[in-house]
DNA sequence: CTTGACTCTGTATTCGGGGACAGGGTTTAT
DNA sequence: ATAAACCCTGTCCCCGAATACAGAGTCAAG
């Protein structure tokens, strides 16, 4: 009634198997109890705990840093002011990210509407040519 | 005098020889011409070619893509039509990530602002659950 | 009691994007 | 003419994040 099989918490979180077994290997879900026999039993909240995973993956967190808020979560009592600390880096980490793809945006914007419509030298459009300037970053 | 040798490019774009190398095996850069004795002699263009790559891959376009919007540049008649149809594509997928990217921030920021400054719990920051809601995206 | 679906462990492979290094040839300075 | 500093090709190795597979054990149905 209580505990999932493994191939349950796949498809209801949407991963194969393999990957839970290897966010288990990785420590970012909890080692779950096992049958005698040796099959693991999942509770419900690992699909939670999984899609938090797969969530912030969207957001180029790497497993490293998940695995970090995870601990944070897990943990009632923690000095808040360590994941503070590592929350407000990740924030200036994605300010940047959105800046510069800001940026890509335009120049993609500009390519795609200022050049003539069919055939035509892509030198019209000057703008590939601001992408060629300078050192990246 | 015209040219240059893989080092002074690599040092010119603060990359290193082999990643010159592999991008000429992956079709980044024109095949440069060789000395006699098979040394590669590249124009300076080079060095703006991979500010380029650079610059793009800072913005999560993979290789392959870069290697298209190099080919549009390359050709200097092209059809526009084909690398609008992409780079619109592309600027959806950037405003999504974007998008994302701003929801995360949110979630980080009050994770960082609203919890008590120090030891507490963390379940006091009701918002790290907003983040387990849900299935992924 | 056998078959099929499921699970286990462990190892290998993939993919992108390079980095490292071996074993050799070349160019430049001394 | 020899050492240092280059360059060449080729192959293997690295990381992250899985995925695949081999070989074995288990469970439920007929």
Redesign the pocket.
Known sequence: MNGL????V?KAAN?????I???ESRGLIPIPP???????IFPKETIKRINF??HA?ELD????EIKKLLEAYDEEIVDLREIKEFTTQKIKEIEFKIRDLQNMKRVLFNLAEKCPDSKASIFECPLIQKFTEGGSK
Chains 1, 2 share one sequence.
């Open positions: 099989s493994i191939k349950e796949a991963v194969n198997k393999e990957t077994r290897y966010y096992r049958t005698e026999s040796g099959y693991r995973i797969k993956q967190f790497t497993l490293e």
